[in-house]
């Protein structure tokens, strides 16, 4: 069964990743490439996450957490694409099995969401996935829109190598990211009413004060505009924000 889902992936390796975000038959045949995992994590919890597996191994291994929507088939596919890049790459699920595409329910999920549950289960999740049989030792955590600021959460909960955080919360502070083991990517857009210019100064400067790495890039585009299901959906700033987000990752994880 693992063969036969890495073998979709593969077939998939001449299309670029927006071909295959843009069309929802292909994003759920790469979405069924993973495999579903399960695990008793740390607290007691049974979470699930999907894991795709690269063509060669050990790999470095990446955890990935998903937007407001839940575990779609966008962020499995991004896991796909990782794998396509030559990563071990887990999208957990932190709305155990809930996915949606309407705001109001959305909003819902989102506050449903344990700040102590959903640390342990990312937190959970990278021992697992550092301690993977295929893993290689290095790690890293990609999120976004409310997965951006759990991905900063989950580096803070178990020292990864990189972290990148595609407008996410980021309201931290210098205390709380001495936790850091290694440097974060931050992608915000300029018209983002939620994660302003305001709230990233913040962080950069407690990022300064903790003496961690950061790196900032920012977009003329408005929030969630990396998500091609998205009305601010922009291709250009996209594909940007993904190489830059791809050598953030090979710099870091090589």
């Known amino acids: 069964m693992q063969i036969a889902r890495r073998n979709v992936v593969l077939g998939m390796a001449g299309l670029p990743l927006a071909a295959v975000l843009a069309d929802p038959r292909l994003a759920w045949a790469a979405a069924q490439s993973l495999e579903n995992v399960s695990l008793t994590t740390d607290g007691g919890l049974n979470v699930s996450a999907a894991l795709a597996v690269p063509a060669q191994t050990p790999a ?6 998903h937007e407001w929507w839940g575990l779609n088939d966008q962020i499995k596919t991004m ?32 506050g449903g969401v344990d700040g102590a549950a959903a640390t342990d289960t990312v937190g959970s999740w990278l021992r697992w996935l550092k301690g993977h049989q ?13 997965g951006g600021g759990w991905s900063l959460n989950a580096a ?8 990148i955080v595609y407008y996410g919360s980021v309201k931290k502070s210098a205390g709380d990211l001495q936790a850091l083991n ?8 300029e018209r983002d ?8 100064s913040g962080f950069e400067a407690e990022m300064a004060k903790a ?12 929030h969630a505009f990396a998500n091609p299901t998205s009305a601010r959906y922009d291709e250009g700033d996209a594909a940007l924000a993904w190489q830059r987000s791809l050598d953030f990752l090979r710099q870091h994880l090589s």
């Open 211 to 222: 003496g961690r790495a950061y790196t900032s890039h920012w977009y003329e585009a408005d």
């Open 156 to 163: 803070l909960a178990e020292p990864v190598d990189a972290t």
């Open 182 to 189: 290694g440097p974060v990517l931050g992608h915000f857009a």
């Open 60 to 65: 470095p291994a990446i955890l990935l957490v």
């Open 193 to 200: 009413r939620w994660i302003n210019h305001a709230m990233v």
């Open 134 to 146: 295929l893993a290689s030792g290095k790690s890293a955590t990609i999120g976004w829109c409310f």
């Open 79 to 110: 896991a796909a694409d990782l794998a396509k890049q030559g990563y071990l790459a887990l999208a957990v699920d932190l709305y155990n099995g809930h996915v949606t595409d309407k705001p109001d329910e959305a909003r819902k999920l989102v």
